[in-house]
């Protein structure tokens, strides 16, 4: 059964930071591209980052240069480091894995003064 658990959400101030993980299981992580995906309120749900099995890492424009994702395949876990945060990032985020239809229950961002 393809689990994602996603953790590390909060309340923060513009400019500040969050690191994301997400532990998966049920399937063979280091085989499938992982991606990171948030939904803000009234929003579709929208890809925000990528890590590829091979090559180069994606990224929406909006985070550039602010997110980045890395990936642990020993500890099935894919991470999501947000640095100056905005109120914009503000969301819910959901890690995925290619090839599956199931999703977690997602971390809540909150970006607020």
């Known amino acids: 059964q393809v689990q994602f658990v996603e953790s590390g959400g909060g309340l923060v101030q513009p400019g500040e930071s969050l690191r994301l993980s997400c532990l998966a299981s049920?399937?063979?992580?280091?085989?499938?591209?992982l991606q990171w995906y948030r939904q803000i309120p009234g929003k579709t749900r929208e890809l925000v980052a990528s890590?590829?099995?091979?090559?180069?890492?994606f990224y929406a424009q909006s985070v550039k240069s602010r997110f980045t994702i890395s990936r642990n395949n020993a500890l099935n876990t894919v991470y999501l480091e947000m640095n100056n945060l905005k109120p914009e990032d503000t969301g819910v985020y959901y890690c995925?894995?290619?090839?599956?239809?199931?999703w977690g229950q997602g971390t809540r961002v909150t970006v607020s003064s």
């Open positions: 995925h894995a290619d090839g599956y239809s199931t």
């Open positions: 890590s590829p099995r091979k090559g180069n890492d």
């Open positions: 049920g399937f063979t992580f280091s085989a499938h591209s």
